[in-house]
C-alpha cells in the first residue's frame, strides 16, 4: 500500500477516534436536560475525560519513545468508544464520571503512538501530518451531529449505539499497520532532526499549547449552551455552533499545512493567534446569527496551527518524538479540560458571556510566546533506534610503503674505463 493510501486511512482512524473527544461536549446539552446537571457538574465530566488523559498522555509518549507500540491503536480506538457509549447508560453521576474518563484513557493511548505512526507513514512532511490531523478535526465535527441523531431519536439510553465508529476505527488499523509493516516503513528512517533538543523551546511551545486547549476546549463545553441562549432556546442552534466550531477545525487544518509551505510555521502560527483573539472578541461581543461566523473564524484560526505544532515539537524534541507528540497532538485536547470546571463555576455564579469573556486574553499570550520561538533547521534522517547517526568518515587511504630505489653501486673500470651497473 502506497503513503497515499496508507495517510487517508490513518487519518480516517483519527477521525474514529477524536469523535469519543468531541462526543463529551455534545452529551452535555442533553446531560443537563435529562438529568438536570449544573454547569459545574457538566464541566466535571468534561474535566473527568480530560484528568486521566492529561496524566496519561506524557507516560504513553515516554513508552512509545522506547517501544514500538502500533497495537495501541486498534486497541485505545475501542477502548475511547466503549467509554462514551456506556456514559449514556449509567445511572448515577460518579459512573458516568468513570465512563468518561475511561474514554479519556482511550484517547491517551492513541494519540502518541498514532502520530509517530503518521510521521513515518508520511515521511515527515507538514502536508501529510496536516491531513493525519485533519481526520481528528472531522471527528470532532461530526460528533455533535452522530450526538444528536442518536440522543434526541430515543434519549441517552441509546448511547451504545455510539460504539459504532470504534468499531470501525479498529478495524481499518489492522490493514494500515500491516501495509506499514510490509512496506518496511516502520524499520525505516525517521524524519528528525539531528541536533540536540531544544527543551526550551519546547517549554514555550507548550505553554502555547495551553493556551489553545483553554480556550477549545472552553468554547467546545459551553459554545452549544451559549449559542442556545443567544438564539431563544433553540437546541438546534447549540448543535449547529458546536458543528461550526468542529467542522471550522478540519478547514484550519488543511489550511495549516498549506501556508507552511509558503512561511515558516512559527510565523503562520503566530498570525493565526492574532486571528483568534479578534474572533473569540466577536463570540463574546457580537449578538444575532454573526455569532456564527465568529464561531467557524475562532475555529479555523484555532486549528491553523494545530498539526503545525505537532512537527514543531517534534523537531525541537527530536530525540523523544513520542513524548512530543503526546503533548502537542493529545494534551493539547486534554488538559483544557482542567480549566472547565473554572469556566463553569464562574458561570453559575455569574452568566455564560461572563464565564467565557477572559478566553479572549490566551490567544495574546500565546502570540507573544511564539514571538520568542525559532524555526527548528530542517530535519535530518536517523534510524527507528531513536538515536542520531553517527557521521559516517570514509575509511583513511592506506598507502604502500615506498620502496626505496635500489641502490646503484659504481664499479671503476681498469685502466680508468667507464662506470658500468653490476
Request: hydrophobic residues 50%; contains cysteine; aromatic residues 6%.
Amino acid at each position: 500500500m502506497s503513503r497515499n493510501k496508507l495517510i487517508p486511512l490513518l487519518s480516517v482512524g483519527h477521525a474514529c477516534v477524536d469523535v469519543y473527544q468531541g462526543s463529551v461536549a455534545a452529551l452535555v446539552p442533553f446531560f443537563v436536560a435529562e438529568r438536570a446537571y449544573s454547569y459545574a457538574a457538566v464541566s466535571g465530566i468534561v474535566l473527568a475525560a480530560s484528568l486521566l488523559s492529561s496524566v496519561a498522555q506524557p507516560v504513553f509518549g515516554l513508552l512509545t519513545d522506547k517501544w514500538a507500540m502500533p497495537w495501541l491503536l486498534p486497541v485505545s480506538t475501542l477502548l475511547g468508544g466503549v467509554g462514551i457509549a456506556l456514559s449514556g447508560v449509567s445511572g448515577s453521576y460518579k459512573l458516568t464520571l468513570v465512563f468518561v474518563a475511561l474514554s479519556g484513557l482511550g484517547v491517551a493511548a492513541y494519540h502518541p503512538e498514532s502520530a509517530r505512526v503518521a510521521r513515518l507513514a508520511s515521511g515527515g512532511s507538514h502536508s501529510g501530518m496536516a491531513w493525519f490531523s485533519l481526520g481528528g478535526n472531522v471527528g470532532f465535527a461530526v460528533a455533535p451531529l452522530m450526538v444528536s441523531a442518536v440522543v434526541l431519536s430515543g434519549g441517552l439510553r441509546l448511547s451504545p449505539l455510539l460504539v459504532i465508529p470504534a468499531v470501525a476505527g479498529s478495524a481499518l488499523c489492522v490493514p494500515a499497520l500491516r501495509a506499514l509493516e510490509r512496506s518496511g516503513s516502520g524499520r525505516a528512517a525517521e524524519a528528525v532532526n539531528a541536533r540536540r533538543d531544544d527543551r526550551t523551546s519546547f517549554v514555550k511551545l507548550s505553554l502555547v499549547v495551553v493556551c489553545r486547549s483553554i480556550v477549545f476546549i472552553g468554547l467546545s463545553t459551553f459554545i452549544s449552551l451559549y449559542a442556545k441562549q443567544r438564539m431563544g432556546g433553540s437546541a438546534p442552534a447549540g448543535t449547529a455552533a458546536l458543528f461550526v466550531l468542529y467542522l471550522g477545525g478540519a478547514v484550519g487544518s488543511v489550511l495549516g499545512g498549506n501556508l507552511a509551505g509558503r512561511w515558516d510555521r512559527v510565523t503562520v502560527a503566530r498570525w493565526s493567534y492574532l486571528a483568534t483573539t479578534v474572533a473569540v472578541a466577536g463570540i463574546v461581543t457580537v449578538p444575532g446569527p454573526v455569532l456564527y461566523l465568529f464561531v467557524a473564524l475562532a475555529s479555523v484560526g484555532l486549528y491553523v496551527p494545530f498539526s503545525l505544532q505537532v512537527t514543531l515539537g517534534q523537531d525541537y524534541l527530536p530525540s523523544r518524538v513520542g513524548t512530543a507528540s503526546g503533548i502537542t497532538l493529545g494534551l493539547t485536547v486534554s488538559i483544557g479540560g482542567l480549566a472547565s470546571p473554572l469556566i463553569g463555576a464562574v458561570a453559575d455564579a455569574t452568566s455564560l458571556r461572563t464565564a467565557l469573556a477572559p478566553l479572549v486574553v490566551l490567544p495574546v499570550v500565546s502570540w507573544l510566546l511564539l514571538r520568542t520561538l525559532p524555526e527548528p533547521a530542517l530535519p535530518g534522517p536517523v534510524l527507528p533506534g531513536r538515536e542520531p547517526l553517527e557521521p559516517v568518515l570514509p575509511e583513511p587511504v592506506r598507502s604502500e610503503p615506498v620502496m626505496p630505489p635500489p641502490q646503484v653501486t659504481e664499479r671503476k673500470a681498469d685502466n680508468g674505463g667507464a662506470a658500468s651497473a653490476p
